[in-house]
Nanobody, 127 residues
Framework: QVQLVESGGGLVQAGDSLRLSCAAS????????MGWFRQAPGKEREFVGA????????RYRDSVKDRFTISRDNAKNTLYLQMNSLKPKDTAVYYC????????????????????WGQGTQVTVSS
């Protein structure tokens, strides 16, 4: 079965950086737009960012623009999220997801546009 496995989460201090990885198996990420979502305790899951199937388009939520960067390595079948200047409000479980959108330049941002999800990795940012 398809698996998306996130890693790289942890406990860091405000201002630190982390890089999350999402390794896919039984799914070629080159055929999918990929995204990151997060869910903080007691809150709804929210969109963080996405990268198109072509890899040439990205989209981010406003609060992470200029701090977070999504990238993909199709040869390694892995998605990344580089997070810089982390803030306590970034504390959440981070999930990667794959979307079978038809347009190779599309960057979906709605959760129900994504077909496959990982189990999540915890990111905790202390002040």
């Amino acid at each position: 079965q398809v698996q998306l496995v996130e890693s790289g989460g942890g406990l860091v201090q405000a201002g630190d950086s982390l890089r999350l990885s999402c390794a896919a198996s039984r799914l070629a990420i080159s055929l999918y737009a990929m995204g990151w979502f997060r869910q903080a305790p007691g809150k709804e899951r929210e969109f963080v960012g996405a990268i198109s199937r072509s890899g040439t388009s990205t989209r981010y939520r406003d609060s992470v623009k200029d701090r977070f960067t999504i990238s993909r390595d199709n040869a390694k079948n892995t998605l990344y999220l580089q997070m810089n200047s982390l803030k306590p409000k970034d504390t959440a479980v981070y999930y990667c997801a794959a979307s079978a959108v038809g347009n190779r330049y599309e960057t979906p941002s709605v959760a129900n546009s994504f077909n496959y999800w990982g189990q999540g990795t915890q990111v905790t940012v202390s002040s």
